[in-house]
């Protein structure tokens, strides 16, 4: 399995690694930056770059056996044992982080179970299942702006498979159960905002997020809704 370093640190922008695997679906390393798509949130892109200077362009990075990173169809490829440089696209990687931490954020300011949501680096949407009046998207806009204003840290936490058993409130996402089964569960803490289940990689405090507008909220069915963001800086 591959080291996921960017669980423990969102802010690495690369690593050295070796290659343990090449096939048709990419290549996978002992060790990794690479955020691959899942929990809402897309697979990140970069590069790895060999020992000989080559650079070999990644244009997604999925799950599979570990990590795999999904190379451009002309990119050369790297053998297995080679010693390579991985690094993410930072600027693209950064957004996705801060868009992370914002839709916390909402959901926080938003009452209701979350049916589905989606990261992207300029638009971001969770959908709610809610009963009774839905909120505007100004009032929206203003509530999460007084949360990300208090500058609060924002961090990673584990339990045990048993414990979130025994706390559903902390998975807030209908659609998606976070993985369990290796024993221990990654919670992402807005210290005083919101708690939840999250292998996602976030900002460090609401601060960095920056300022966010709610710019559409749109009818998805009976009960459900959905609240679109983007970062207006």
């Known amino acids: 399995?591959?080291?996921?370093?960017?669980?423990?640190?969102?802010y690495l922008k690369s690593c050295e690694a070796t290659v343990v695997g090449v096939d048709e679906k990419g290549v996978r390393l002992d060790r990794?930056?690479?955020?691959?798509?899942?929990?809402?949130q897309p697979g990140?892109?970069?590069t790895l770059t060999l020992a000989d200077g080559s650079v070999t362009k990644v244009v997604d990075a999925v799950k599979g056996d570990g990590v795999v990173h999904v190379?451009?169809?002309?990119?050369?490829?790297?053998?297995?044992?080679?010693?390579?440089?991985?690094?993410?696209?930072?600027?693209?990687?950064y957004r996705h982080m801060r868009m992370h931490t914002a839709l916390h954020v909402m959901?926080?300011?938003?009452?209701?179970n979350v049916t589905g949501g989606q990261v992207n680096a300029d638009k971001s949407r969770l959908d709610?299942?809610?009963?009774?009046?839905?909120?505007?998207?100004?009032s929206v806009t203003e509530e999460m702006a007084k949360l990300i204003g208090r500058d609060?840290?924002?961090?990673?936490?584990?339990?045990?498979?048993?414990?979130?058993?025994?706390?559903?409130?902390?998975?807030?996402?209908?659609?998606?159960?976070?993985?369990?089964?290796?024993g221990k569960v990654r919670l992402l803490s807005i210290e005083g905002v919101d708690l939840q289940?999250?292998?996602?990689?976030?900002?460090?405090?609401?601060?960095?997020?920056g300022r966010v507008e709610c710019v559409k909220v749109e009818n998805k069915g009976k009960m459900n809704r959905r609240f679109i963001v983007q970062l207006v800086d």
């Open 128 to 138: 709610f299942n809610l009963d009774g009046e839905v909120p505007t998207k100004e």
């Open 71 to 93: 190379l451009a169809p002309d990119a050369p490829r790297p053998a297995v044992g080679d010693k390579v440089t991985a690094a993410v696209d930072w600027d693209r990687r």
């Open 197 to 209: 289940a999250c292998g996602g990689t976030h900002v460090a405090r609401t601060s960095e997020i």
């Open 1 to 10: 399995m591959t080291e996921e370093l960017f669980r423990q640190d969102s």
């Open 152 to 182: 609060a840290p924002v961090a990673a936490q584990w339990i045990t498979d048993e414990e979130l058993e025994a706390r559903p409130e902390l998975v807030k996402t209908m659609s998606v159960r976070p993985p369990s089964g290796a």
């Open 32 to 40: 990794t930056v690479f955020y691959p798509t899942g929990g809402g």
């Open 44 to 46: 990140d892109t970069g």
């Open 107 to 112: 959901s926080a300011v938003i009452k209701g």
